[in-house]
């Protein structure tokens, strides 16, 4: 069945600036948490991962010649304020002379401020912990804006907040590495809070400013519908997707949530009187990276240990995942995509969405200078008709970024997951496009399936 999505539907590719830029001390660029983070033992670095600081031009073309006419990358901090306040003109300079690239190549730039690399300096001043950095990085937006503002309309402050938060201060698996669940939670809020004074800022510097934040979904799978794994549900559901929602939707924080937390005793606290005002400013688009779902199960006891990787929940864990998995262990459930965006459409009146990345780590195979990938083209194409259905069913879908353009450094997990469309060899840089780049190019040029 043919399926043709609506007309001016944004199709693009997304990256973000450690995984793909290397040269990590060049042009005055400061040291961020991840360099900081993967100098651990056993950890690969961010440089040079695919040198693309070197090799934008390069990068761009590969992009042109698959005819994708949206691009979402992201700024570095570090490159642009190496210590978090002091603009390096340098820095600001790649990334002026990277819009204006993608713009001679009829490519729409859609630039993200945040992708989780802070700069080292500030992690010194507490983090994200630190609810001075909400207005650090409103600077930070505004310094930004003020080089890009003339040729960017589409700004993401904040991608995936949840894993800047939980991951990087609550379980410690990624940067800075913190285990500190009460701090996760005040990370969480900062995020937030940085974001609304972000837009605020991106909106004072003129123009005409489409403004998004991009926010990493789970939708929550149980075996049994009883009143027991209902309220498993709940918990992941409303710390994994609605902490961060509702208050962006100016409904604040769910009592339930708060309630599931206040045994640790930092969030409300951390909640000054206008936060939650500052946290609503009005989105244009919102931005939903999916990937898997996640299936909750209760627990006898509610203080055990529990793999669920949030901080704070009791009485719940998290099952391992089923079926046909990626090459990183994740879940394959396409259905679960057309029913987040039907939920969001519902929870989020008015609001339209825009996939802003969507993607699978597979084994590529190398025959002959050919790079094919099979399960990455059935990935996308289930995927892609589980957008249309969603869209066929009322949810107003604007757009679909796939993750990523590029093989890239895949943060703790290093070079061992490739979800690029172009195939990266990491020794020599090569670039060479993928069987899904090819299938992605075929679905750009006819608007659909």
């Not at 819009?99 to 001043?125: K, N, S």
């Not at 936060?275 to 609503?280: G, K, P």
């Not at 090459?327 to 008015?350: D, F, N």
């Not at 993607?359 to 399960?375: I, L, M, S």
Request: with cysteine; proline share 6%.
């Amino acid at each position: 069945m043919k399926r043709g999505f609506p007309a001016g539907f944004r199709w693009g590719t997304a990256t973000a600036a450690y995984q793909i830029e290397g040269s990590t001390t060049a042009d005055g660029r400061g040291p961020s948490i991840w360099d900081t983070f993967t100098a651990r033992p056993g950890l690969a670095s961010g440089d040079p991962a695919c040198d693309h600081y070197r090799r934008y031009r390069e990068d761009i073309g590969l992009l042109s010649d698959l005819g994708v006419p949206y691009y979402r990358f992201s700024v570095a901090w570090s490159r642009v304020m190496p210590d978090g306040r002091t603009v390096e003109p340098r820095g600001t300079a790649f990334y002026d002379r990277l819009v204006d690239t993608l713009l001679d190549h009829g490519i729409t730039p859609m630039v993200t401020l945040y992708h989780w690399d802070l700069p080292e300096a500030l992690q010194a001043e507490g983090g994200w912990p630190n609810r001075a950095l909400a207005d650090l990085f409103a600077e930070y937006a505004l310094t930004v804006h003020k080089v890009l503002g003339d040729r960017v309309r589409q700004w993401t402050t904040i991608n995936e907040p949840f894993c800047a938060a939980f991951i990087g201060y609550g379980n410690g698996e990624h940067a800075p590495g913190i285990r500190d669940e009460g701090a996760a939670l005040v990370a969480g809020h900062n995020l937030l809070l940085a974001h609304g004074k972000a837009t605020q800022a991106l909106r004072s510097g003129g123009g005409e400013q489409e403004v998004s934040i991009v926010l990493n979904f789970a939708p929550v799978l149980t075996d049994v519908d009883d009143a027991a794994h209902r309220e498993a549900a709940r918990k992941f559901d409303f710390l994994h997707n609605r902490f961060f929602l509702d208050p962006l939707l100016g409904r604040g924080y769910p009592p339930e949530l708060l309630a599931d937390l206040a045994h640790l005793g930092t969030l409300e606290p951390a909640i000054a009187d206008g936060d939650l005002e500052i946290i609503a400013q009005p989105l244009d688009v919102l931005g939903v990276n999916y990937y898997a779902p996640a299936r909750a199960v209760p627990l006898e006891d509610p203080e055990a240990d529990s793999n669920c990787p949030l901080p704070g929940l009791r009485g719940m864990d998290v099952q391992p995942p089923r079926g046909e998995l990626t090459s990183l262990g994740w879940e394959q459930r396409p259905e679960c995509l057309t029913g987040l965006l039907l939920w969001l459409h519902e929870h989020c009146p008015g609001l339209p969405l825009v996939i802003a990345e969507n993607g699978a780590a597979f084994e590529d195979e190398v025959v002959d200078g050919r790079v094919h990938d099979e399960k990455r083209v059935r990935y996308f194409a289930e995927h892609l008709a589980a957008v249309h259905d969603a869209i066929e069913r009322g949810a107003d879908v604007r757009g679909y970024m796939a993750w990523s353009l590029l093989d890239n450094f895949e943060w703790a997990k290093g070079y061992t997951q490739r979800f690029g469309l172009v195939h990266v060899d990491f020794e020599t840089q090569e670039r060479v496009l993928k069987d899904s780049a090819r299938f992605y190019a075929d679905v750009v040029a006819r608007n659909g399936l």
